[in-house]
């Protein structure tokens, strides 16, 4: 069994683990171990997971940093952002740790919080005790078990009532390590009624080692708040990113998710969303453009339990190589959410014969008067099209980088930062043309 | 400019053209008519090389350059347009852009600079103008939501910004409304000179009332069965096609 290393290593190091953390954190951790023991990490045999065998990404020697113990990297040294000109507040995890750094109070309104997910649990323990764990699902994804055991530190944004952070707010993931190493980090996201908040992630490795990094981002939203998360990996190949994003929404908000993946070994994004409160909007993007032998998976779960709510998902992925893709969207729309309108839409480019995709809606509406829709296709990029660009003078390699570049537009377009719009366009198209084949910080991929 | 000698043309194993001769001057416009399935619209994909379509035997001479040589786009450069019977939509793809990138591979093709921005901004005014087009329709993703003859109209408006040597015009004016057909003629008529020759393809003769053709061609079953004057047009629209196929 492939779990047990890791439920000895838990039971041997657990003063580590505590001493290293926080109290709030600490005291989930028993709770997720009970759970973790009895489910293990999902395998394919599960139906949710029939294409991505996470189990075995575990099944390798890998370090924890759960002594705390300082990683040498400064990123303000190490990373230049390819994401430039984009004023934003930044800050750093490195692996799973908060990076201390300089404060960037100027422009900030008051009484935000955004830092380290340890010194808010110890400064707002009643906020973090609210939601922490509370929105991540213990029960049946034996990944949030797994995070909730190990997690130490990780990030959080408190936007209190009313506030809205105009400028973007930036978090730079970055793997570093001398060992092959498994970080757990932690994202929670707290926007109170008529706060709002737009957070870009971004993920970067900058040292060629494995990782297995599993992430549990919660998003809560209360009434009338507004929130974005826009995540884009430009990981190393070397790099398994078990990411699990869970947002819980009330009366007239609206949470805009993006997960972009440029470059990647091993991915699967796990994206759920209840909309708790009539009239919420939730909008679930997601991109990848996998070459090689990359894997990406995004599972999509929108549960609709009150009335009059909106949903609308978009998802694509673009296959070279022996890539293999995978996208299940599922929607829930419980007995009592009338008027609910639910669009899905998966959208596939395969460039190579031995590339492979799995795509699969699956909508379950309990509710009558409903406007739910998918649509989904799987294919090659369009001769007609090529022909007639070729046909106005566009040379054929440019014709046919236009029209990857014109796949992702709408999927871009969902991002509400325009000068990021511009950039991803720009990043999309240099990773189009193979200039893009290891991310802009690190020199891991060849 | 353009000499057409003996053209074969197959698709998907079935021969569409069986022998067709023509030859195009500076200066003349030719219209080529014919029933349904004749090959007019085969034989203005070969000229643009549509790779669908496969030459079997013949030859077509450009500018005393061998056409089916040259790729797609290398034939656009040299000066050959093909105004799409069924225009293709491309979302994400703006028509600035699209327009930009088009006008400045022909410009280095030429070894030109590529244009200025004003310069262009000032090109894209005029020839919309030109057409008569909205400057909503230039703003969006190349013919996505357009209508049938909002597409037409794009097409001469793209011709307008390129500025060909040959202009291939496969029935441009299907899906026309009147008004439409005299502002993509008039535009038409406005980009002839005596340097430049126009191919018009068409099923009725109504398109030759507004752009007067110095040569009709009829072409039946993959060949030019029938060659005439502007006069010509008139009797076909008389008489249809059946005296002339089985005569």
């Known amino acids: 069994m492939i779990e047990q290393q890791y439920i000895d290593l838990f039971q041997q190091f657990r003063s580590e683990i505590d001493s290293n953390s926080v109290s709030g954190m600490n005291k989930h951790r028993d709770s997720a171990f009970a759970k973790f023991k009895q489910i293990g990490f999902p395998t394919s045999k599960l139906e949710d997971y029939k294409h991505s065998n996470i189990a075995r990404q575990f099944d390798a020697e890998f370090g924890l940093n759960l002594r705390n113990i300082e990683i040498p990297v400064n990123p303000y040294e190490t990373f230049k952002c390819d994401v430039p000109n984009l004023n934003t507040f930044t800050y750093f995890l490195i692996n799973d740790r908060f990076y201390n750094q300089v404060d960037q109070k100027e422009g900030m309104p008051e009484n935000v919080f955004v830092g380290s997910m340890r010194q808010f649990a110890e400064e707002h323990p009643d906020v973090f005790e609210k939601h922490y764990a ?312 060849k | 400019m353009l000499t057409i000698k003996n053209l074969h043309a197959i698709v998907e194993e079935q021969e569409i053209l069986k022998g067709v001769n023509l030859v195009v001057n500076p200066g003349e416009i030719h219209a080529v008519m014919g029933p349904n399935g004749s090959g007019k619209s085969t034989l203005a994909s070969v000229l643009a090389g549509h790779p669908k379509f496969e030459v079997t035997r013949g030859s077509i001479e450009f500018k005393g ?51 200025s921005a004003t310069d262009f901004l000032k090109l894209m005014r005029d020839k919309r103008q030109l057409l008569g087009m909205d400057s909503q329709l230039v703003s969006r993703s190349v013919n996505e939501g357009f209508s049938g003859g909002e597409k037409k109209k794009n097409e001469i408006f793209q011709m307008a910004m390129i500025n060909p040597l040959l202009a291939i015009l496969d029935e441009t004016d299907s899906g026309l409304d009147i008004d439409a057909l005299r502002v993509v003629a008039s535009g038409v008529n406005k980009l002839q000179t005596k340097e430049n020759a126009t191919i018009l393809i068409t099923h009725y003769q109504r398109l030759l009332e507004y752009i007067k053709p110095d040569f009709v061609h009829v072409l039946s079953d993959g060949k030019i069965i029938k060659s005439g004057g502007a006069d010509l047009a008139l009797e076909l629209e008389k008489k249809g096609y059946e005296w002339l196929i089985n005569p």
Do not use: W
């Open chain 1, 134 to 445: 509370k929105i991540a699902d213990n029960e049946e994804n034996g990944l949030v078990a797994y995070n909730t055991m190990f997690a130490q530190d990780g990030f959080v944004v408190y936007v209190p009532k009313n506030v809205e952070i105009e400028k973007p707010l930036q978090l730079i993931n970055i793997l570093s390590s001398g060992v092959d190493l498994n970080v757990n980090r932690r994202i929670l996201i707290i926007a109170e009624e008529n706060a709002h908040v737009k957070l870009l992630v971004c993920d970067h490795t900058v040292d060629e080692v494995n990782f297995v990094v599993t992430q549990v981002t919660e998003i809560f939203a209360d009434k009338s708040a507004q929130v974005d998360v826009y995540e884009l990996e430009e990981n190393s190949t070397k790099v398994t990113r078990l990411n699990n994003l869970y947002s819980e929404q009330l009366d007239n908000s609206k949470v805009v998710t993006s997960s972009i993946t440029l470059h990647n070994g091993y991915t699967r994004n796990n994206i759920r969303f209840r909309l708790l409160g009539e009239h919420a909007e939730a909008h679930a993007g997601g991109l990848a453009i996998c070459d090689k032998e990359q894997h990406i998976d995004n599972f999509a779960f929108l549960d609709h339990s009150k009335p009059n709510c909106l949903s609308d998902e978009l998802f694509k992925t673009v296959l070279n190589d022996k890539a293999t893709g995978v996208f299940c969207g599922k929607i829930l729309v419980e007995k009592d959410a009338q008027k609910t309108l639910a669009y899905q839409t998966n959208r596939n480019l395969l460039n190579s014969v031995n590339a492979q995709m799995f795509a699969k809606p699956q909508l379950e509406i309990y509710a009558d008067d409903v406007k739910c829709s998918h649509g989904l296709t799987t294919g090659h990029l369009d001769e007609e099209a090529l022909f007639y660009l070729r046909s106005r003078g566009m040379d054929k390699e440019e014709a046919r980088l236009l029209l990857l570049v014109a796949f992702t537009s709408d999927v871009v377009e969902l991002i509400r930062i325009p000068t990021l719009q511009d950039r991803l366009t720009q990043l999309i198209d240099k990773r189009f043309r193979g200039e893009l084949m290891r991310c802009g910080s690190c020199n891991v991929c």
């Open chain 2, 65 to 115: 350059q061998d056409l089916l040589e040259m790729e797609p786009e290398d034939r656009s450069r040299e000066g050959l347009f093909l105004s799409f019977q069924y225009p293709v939509e491309i979302p994400g793809v703006s028509m600035v852009n699209f327009m930009r990138s088009a006008l400045n591979e022909q410009r280095k093709y030429r070894k030109e600079e590529p244009i």
